[in-house]
């Protein structure tokens, strides 16, 4: 496993579509737990692939309960309203 650099806001790549993920292979694998790292090293609980300058459809998230890998996920509802910014 090893530390990626995290992508600072306002750098481009952070606007653009990412690619879903179509094969599950070892190099996805070590996406994710490269990720999984780099999430855990920067205290945060949560990392998306464009944060790491990857365009791919992947999230992982910590937030106590152990490392939950998400691979092409789709939001199917919501509620409520978001006031203030992210994080």
Do not use: Y
């Not at 992947?58 to 106590?64: E, L, M, S």
């Not at 919501?78 to 203030?84: D, I, L, N, T, V």
Request: proline residues 5%; glycine residues 10%.
């Amino acid at each position: 496993m090893a530390i990626r650099n995290i992508v600072k806001d306002g750098d481009p790549i952070l606007k653009k579509r990412c690619r879903p993920v179509e094969k599950f292979d070892n190099k996805l694998a070590t996406l994710l737990d490269d990720m999984a790292e780099t999430m855990h090293k920067a205290n945060g609980v949560g990392l998306a692939a464009p944060q790491v300058g990857m365009l791919r459809r992947v999230v992982v998230i910590d937030v106590g309960e152990g490392v939950i890998e998400l691979v092409n996920p789709q939001i199917i509802a919501f509620s409520g309203e978001q006031e203030g910014l992210e994080g």
